[in-house]
């Protein structure tokens, strides 16, 4: 293997490889048309290239955390490509109404589909055609559960939530790329419980709400960071209900602890 930008090789990169025994050594990993990947201050941890849409999942029932998919939403905007929310497990009616209710901030940032991995999930299947997509989201949510409703055969492996923690068990060890026709892809990625966002400048962050994007520039100061300066816009917006204003408050708790 040869040490590629960021860190190697992705799960959907395209690669140059050579003979080599039995099988073959990666020479170089070719121009990605797009990366998804956390970064804390030690290191990055690449989830997928060339995906074309990330799904970011949460269920019914482990519950999430806002932070978490703040974060997760935040990466895949900033990676460039189409974003989705899935809300998996809506099968399970006495959770659906809580998990409705707090997803609804995320309305202005994204499409939301409902989903029961577990009754077929028919209802994604027409967001996947024609696109490569990587399903993101914490563990236990049901992306395993997903690719086995989708691809047949797939036989990824699932795991049970645990009751005690209220959480997934990190089923999944590694990406796995499902082709599921000539021109569509579904990678299925392990879950994850921290979501760093070092490697967006803090100035940059703005642009990953989708919400703001309309008034960015606007503001008084030419450098403004929407924490409270006089004549900020997307402040003066979120104010006038243009927005959901939690969203500025996301946006202010990513600017605190990123
Ligand atoms: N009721 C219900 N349970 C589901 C559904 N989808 C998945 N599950 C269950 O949720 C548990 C976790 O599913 P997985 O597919 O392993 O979750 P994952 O997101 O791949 O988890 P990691 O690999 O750990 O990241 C399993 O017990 C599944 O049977 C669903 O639509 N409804
Ligand atoms: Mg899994
Ligand atoms: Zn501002």
């Given at each position: 293997?040869?040490?590629?930008?960021?860190?190697?090789?992705?799960?959907?990169?395209w690669?140059?490889?050579?003979?080599?025994g039995?099988?073959?050594?990666?020479?170089?990993v070719?121009q990605?048309?797009?990366l998804?990947?956390?970064?804390?201050?030690?290191?990055?941890?690449?989830?997928?290239?060339?995906?074309?849409?990330?799904?970011?999942?949460v269920?019914?029932?482990?519950?999430?955390?806002?932070?978490?998919?703040?974060?997760?939403?935040?990466?895949?905007?900033?990676?460039?490509?189409?974003?989705?929310?899935?809300?998996?497990?809506?099968?399970?009616?006495?959770?659906?109404?809580?998990?409705?209710?707090?997803?609804?901030?995320?309305?202005?940032?994204?499409d939301?589909?409902?989903?029961?991995?577990?009754?077929g999930?028919?209802?994604?299947r027409?967001?996947?055609?024609?696109?490569?997509?990587?399903?993101?989201?914490?563990s236990?949510?049901?992306?395993?559960?997903?690719?086995?409703?989708?691809?047949?055969g797939?036989?990824?492996?699932?795991?049970?939530?645990?009751?005690?923690?209220?959480?997934?068990?990190?089923?999944?060890?590694?990406?796995?790329?499902?082709?599921?026709?000539?021109?569509?892809?579904?990678?299925?990625?392990?879950?994850?419980?921290?979501?760093?966002l070092?490697?967006?400048?803090?100035?940059?962050?703005?642009?990953?709400f989708?919400?703001?994007r309309?008034?960015?520039g606007?503001?008084?100061?030419?450098?403004?960071?929407?924490l409270?300066?006089?004549?900020?816009?997307?402040?003066?917006?979120?104010?006038?209900?243009?927005?959901?204003?939690?969203?500025?408050t996301?946006?202010?708790?990513?600017?605190?602890?990123?």
């Amino acid at each position: 293997m040869t040490r590629g930008k960021r860190g190697g090789v992705a799960c959907g990169d395209w690669v140059d490889v050579a003979p080599a025994g039995d099988g073959g050594v990666i020479e170089r990993v070719l121009q990605r048309s797009s990366l998804l990947y956390r970064a804390d201050a030690v290191q990055e941890k690449l989830i997928a290239a060339n995906v074309t849409q990330a799904l970011v999942m949460v269920a019914t029932w482990p519950g999430w955390d806002e932070d978490l998919l703040v974060r997760c939403l935040v990466a895949a905007e900033h990676a460039g490509v189409r974003v989705r929310l899935l809300l998996n497990k809506v099968d399970l009616a006495e959770r659906r109404a809580g998990a409705r209710q707090a997803l609804a901030v995320f309305e202005g940032a994204c499409d939301i589909t409902e989903i029961s991995a577990l009754d077929g999930a028919d209802a994604v299947r027409p967001l996947l055609v024609g696109q490569v997509s990587v399903l993101v989201g914490p563990s236990g949510v049901g992306k395993s559960s997903l690719v086995n409703a989708l691809v047949a055969g797939a036989g990824a492996a699932t795991g049970q939530v645990s009751v005690a923690l209220d959480s997934g068990r990190h089923t999944t060890t590694h990406a796995r790329l499902y082709h599921l026709d000539a021109q569509s892809a579904l990678i299925d990625s392990p879950g994850m419980q921290v979501f760093g966002l070092h490697a967006i400048p803090p100035g940059k962050l703005d642009e990953q709400f989708p919400e703001f994007r309309p008034y960015l520039g606007k503001c008084r100061f030419r450098d403004c960071r929407h924490l409270g300066e006089p004549g900020c816009a997307i402040q003066a917006v979120a104010e006038g209900g243009g927005f959901q204003s939690a969203r500025l408050t996301q946006y202010r708790g990513l600017m605190a602890t990123r």
